[in-house]
Nanobody, 127 residues
Framework: QVQLVETGGGLVQAGGSLRLSCAVS????????MGWFRQAPGKERDVVAT????????SYADSVKGRFTISRDNAKNTMYLQMNSLKPDDTAVYYC????????????????????WGQGTQVTVSS
């Protein structure tokens, strides 16, 4: 099973930026999807961005498109989420996740396709 550890969360003012990192170990990822999800208190977990590790194809939630960028560093076996122009509504616990791919090329935005999860890192955006 893939092991995932998120870092990089913190407190930032609206309009600021943060970069989250997800260190991956335990399995090669060429046949996996990786993704970032978030959950605010009292709300359901929502997808933020995903990537097919092998193809590099990405998908983004409409709420973060143009502001967030998901990327990977194959040499470091690490995934990143660069978050710019942060808004108070972005406040949540952010989770790194991994799951077997269905498509060779495309990624998945369905949380049920992900079966390995990190511990989460808190992101708080103040007004």
């Amino acid at each position: 099973q893939v092991q995932l550890v998120e870092t990089g969360g913190g407190l930032v003012q609206a309009g600021g930026s943060l970069r989250l990192s997800c260190a991956v170990s335990g399995r090669t990822l060429n046949t996996y999807n990786m993704g970032w999800f978030r959950q605010a208190p009292g709300k359901e977990r929502d997808v933020v961005a995903t990537i097919n590790w092998g193809s590099g194809i990405t998908s983004y939630a409409d709420s973060v498109k143009g502001r967030f960028t998901i990327s990977r560093d194959n040499a470091k076996n690490t995934m990143y989420l660069q978050m710019n122009s942060l808004k108070p509504d972005d406040t949540a616990v952010y989770y790194c996740a991994a799951g077997p791919r269905r498509s060779v090329v495309y990624t998945s935005m369905n949380s049920h396709d992900y079966d390995s999860w990190g511990q989460g890192t808190q992101v708080t955006v103040s007004s």
